[in-house]
């Protein structure tokens, strides 16, 4: 039976001058002074903070502000148009779940029970590195709060804010903590020391190649914090009880590890669970499936990076762009077939072989990662758990970090890399044919990656963009990379030589019909008009493309930071906009 955790309900604030929660506690039914008086009353209410932790959908939908995804809009962060929110402790500038968890610190001495104070200040150590990790990636600068703030604080309220290296050092901090106060059981829904080095080497990983990669601000220890991140990578590798989930079966365990209505704790190292028996629900299906939704289809250029099955690029055949999806679907890595619908795909407990369905997916490449059985598909039906930190992404932070720091060798991907393409049958990565030739096709997505070590990075980071997709990354790795000009291109489809019917599985049948004006005859059991939303991008042959009436920008000297609302820089002048925002 799963676990689940129940939250507390829990009164909060922002932190804005004007906002009469501050002085007023997260309450159950009793005052804090009263209790947090034993091992129960900790474990309740540290409880409460795993609600912080991202949904299935926050995860997945994460993803469509990266140039992975085409949706039936463009977001703010590609098409140059965001603003300055107005509202205080709007746009991602709120802190009442860090009142939670220093309302914790400020009472939970009270608890009888030293194990238990050991055990769940761990746990909030790690919820208050969580919070202030999503705000720094965001925000860059923000004010580090320990206390609890109240109304009358005036101090605390009206502070600047305290400098990324600052906050990024005591994010470092609560998690050593963490790692120290945890205990190391093996429990995918519950926060442990493992938990807590994963996560260290997440933050110093982003933080590393951020500062490397942002040379412009002059931020220090790049490489300290890189060494940071595999050292803390190397330690789960080495000692956790995680592996790579895996039954034998190249073709359906990288499918089955996201679609599962059960986490597969083998791999899992934090998840959230769902359940259709407590109503604890979610809409993915609804969501990849319908075409009422938003129309999520794959971009080309991630589809572009999946190789062959033997190992080499598919971007090295003469004439790629040209090739068809029957034929470019065929002899690639196993995660493409388990991540898109592609020929011969069949729903899970299903016996029908099913196209990609371009209502539902404005490229054709449909999603079906995250995909369940169809019993699920309606609207809050679903109910399969999420992995929120698993073992491969620590595999792919480890073999990052030691290649940014320009140390990788072939042992080193050797017990990472190798054993996440050994899952789908992959060939492993050889770190000296990569810097011997580093892939064109990449160098071009990635200009400012350079020196000896520039192929073996490039290969690393097209190992985590297949292996991580809709899983919530590829935004934040664009930005710490200093990539952002890579949202300025259009996100464009599969390829169609010319209007007209088109085959899609090569059985013979007509799947397509692209046209304009009026629709003529045929048999084709889709068929997509041509001039309003979707055009070729070669006129009458291409790749399929959307909305490219509306322009597309990313402000190199702004947009890898978001904006603080300008209520707040209202009620605390203290607080300065980040660079060039107004």
């Given amino acids: 039976m799963k676990r689940v955790i129940y939250m507390l309900i829990v009164a909060v604030g922002f932190i804005s001058c004007n906002d009469n929660f501050l002085d007023r506690y997260p309450i159950a039914e009793i005052a804090p002074e009263n209790s947090f008086k034993t091992e129960q009353d900790l474990k309740l209410y540290t409880n409460s903070f795993y609600n ?70 761990g746990v909030a150590y790690f919820f208050r590195a969580w919070f202030y990790f999503e705000k720094v990636k965001r925000f860059g600068d923000v004010p580090w709060y320990t206390e609890v ?78 060494e940071l991140s595999w050292q803390a990578a190397q330690e789960v590798i080495d000692k956790s009880p995680y592996s790579l989930y895996e039954t034998g079966n190249p073709h359906l365990d990288y499918r089955d590890l996201f679609a599962s209505n059960d986490l597969k704790e083998t791999e899992v190292i934090l998840g959230r669970r769902y359940s259709s028996d407590l ?67 069949m729903r899970i407990g299903g016996d029908m072989e099913l ?68 899952r789908v049958g992959m060939p492993n990565l050889d770190v000296a044919n990569a810097n011997s030739n580093p892939d064109s096709y990449l160098a071009n997505q990635y200009p400012n990656v350079i020196g000896d070590n520039k192929g073996i990075v490039l290969e690393v980071r097209r190992e985590r963009r297949i292996e991580l997709a809709m899983e919530g990354f590829r935004y934040n790795d664009l930005m710490r990379w200093k990539a952002g000009k890579i949202l300025e291109e259009y996100i464009v489809g599969m390829y169609f030589p010319s209007l007209g019917e088109f085959d899609l599985d090569g059985d013979g049948t007509m799947d397509v019909l692209l046209y304009e004006g009026d629709e003529p005859p045929s048999t084709a059991t889709q068929k997509i008009k041509l001039g309003d939303v979707f055009t070729l991008t070669n006129g009458d042959g291409g790749n399929l493309v959307a909305f490219t009436d509306r322009e597309k920008s990313f402000d190199e000297s702004r947009d890898y930071l978001y904006p603080i609302p300008s209520g707040d820089i209202l009620l605390n002048p203290a607080l300065e906009q980040n660079r060039n925002w107004k």
């Fill in 149 to 226: 703030v109240g109304s009358g604080d005036t101090e605390l309220l009206t502070k600047p804010r305290d400098s990324r290296v600052l906050v990024i050092d005591n994010i470092i901090a609560d998690l050593d903590a963490a790692i120290e106060n945890l205990n190391d059981d093996k429990a995918s829904d519950k926060v442990t020391k493992w938990a807590a080095l994963a996560l260290k080497s997440r933050v110093c990983l982003f933080e590393g190649t951020f500062r490397k990669y942002h040379s412009d601000l002059n931020l220090p220890d790049s490489d300290k914090l890189l």
């Fill in 355 to 422: 196209l990609p369905d371009f209502s539902a997916s404005m490229t054709g490449y449909q999603v079906v990662k995250f995909v369940s059985d169809e019993r699920q598909d309606g609207n809050q039906s679903s109910y399969q758990d999420v992995p929120i930190i698993r073992f491969a992404e620590v595999l792919l932070n480890y073999a990052e970090a030691r290649a940014e720091l320009g140390i990788i060798d072939q042992a080193d991907v050797d017990k990472s890399i190798r054993l996440i393409r050994n």
């Fill in 279 to 345: 109503d604890v629900i979610h809409s993915i299906n609804y969501y990849f499936t319908s075409a009422t939704q938003q129309d999520v289809g794959l971009s080309k250029t991630l589809i572009n990076s999946y190789l062959m099955s033997n190992g080499s690029a598919f971007t090295d055949q003469a004439g790629y762009e040209l090739i068809e999806f029957v034929n470019e679907t065929k002899n690639r890595d196993r995660r493409l077939e388990q991540t898109i619908r592609t020929p011969g795909y």
């Fill in 52 to 121: 912080d932790l991202p949904s299935i959908n926050d995860i997945v939908k994460s993803d469509n502000i990266s140039d992975n995804v085409l949706y039936n809009g463009v977001p703010g962060e590609q098409s140059g148009l965001r603003i300055v929110p107005s509202e205080a402790g709007s746009g991602g500038w709120s802190w009442s779940d860090l009142r939670k968890i220093n309302t914790f610190f400020k009472y939970y001495e009270q608890c009888d029970s030293e194990v238990a104070k050991r055990e769940y200040s």
